[in-house]
């Protein structure tokens, strides 16, 4: 079990959605916050919102693509906390087209937020964290990070990534007392869609209804992440249509692809 008082949690995306119902139940259990986002106005919001709390708030904006701009990052927050203990990568973007009509530019875009980001936040600021104490990595993938939508083709690329880079570095730090964990949430209802990309603009209004109505509430799904990590689960999936899907999967790995063919257009992505 995990105790976040008094530690320090870095959540990248907390300026909205997931990562800022994170920040919100992590300072409630009195952690301390390094707070990242490229949407500096909503980190200073965010920094309002938690200024009657007894914990230590730094936002910071960055561009998590860009390697300079994420070391910069790196050292400042290095300054102002000697330790990491928890680190949350919950940036994501989307593409919502199919793979012939995405430009050069998309692909770098989307590869360059979801999973190059990923992978540059965890090796600046794994140095921040102290291998013999006790602490956690948590890498937010999606339910594209199990099975591929037609449409989806490189925003499922890069969350296959991410699950892939998590296991990675699990079976990397298993020597030490970070655990490492990968999120798996169904829809959420977050304004990711207002970021997004989308071929045929209707895609975007069509979207927005849908998580509008069906996807789950970013604190729920920062509920059980945390639940998650204290719990120190290694896949943290979150509704029940990804936990069906992801033993599906496991567990009938022929019959996965036929209803998943058949299936695809009621499934969340």
Known sequence: ??????????????????????????????????????????????????????IQVTVKEVDISNWDAVNNAGNAVAEMHSNIHYLINSVGVSIKSSISDQSPEDIQWITG???????????????????????????????????????????????????GFTEALKAELYKSKIDVSCVFPGPVATKMYKGSRYADESERKKEEAYLTNQGYTPEYVADAILKG???????????????????LKRLFPKLFPRYLYRNQDKLPG
Do not use: W
């Not at 602490?135 to 989806?152: L, Y």
């Not at 689960?233 to 033993?247: C, M, P, R, S, V």
């Open 113 to 163: 937020i979801n999973y190059i980001g990923t992978i540059y936040i965890c090796k600046r600021f794994l140095d921040l964290m102290d291998k013999n104490q006790p602490g956690a990595i948590v890498n937010i993938a999606s339910g594209a990070g199990i099975q591929g939508f037609s449409g989806r083709t490189t925003y499922c690329g890069s969350k296959f990534g991410i699950k």
């Open 229 to 247: 990590i204290s719990r120190r689960k290694a896949n943290i999936l979150i509704g029940k249509e990804i936990f069906f899907l992801f033993h």
């Open 1 to 54: 079990m995990h105790n976040f008082s008094g530690k320090t949690a870095l959540i990248t995306g907390a300026a909205n959605g997931i990562g800022k119902a994170l920040a919100k139940v992590l300072a409630r259990e009195h952690c301390n916050l390094v707070l990242l986002d490229i949407d500096a106005k909503g980190l200073n919001n965010l920094k309002t919102d938690l200024s009657d709390l007894s």
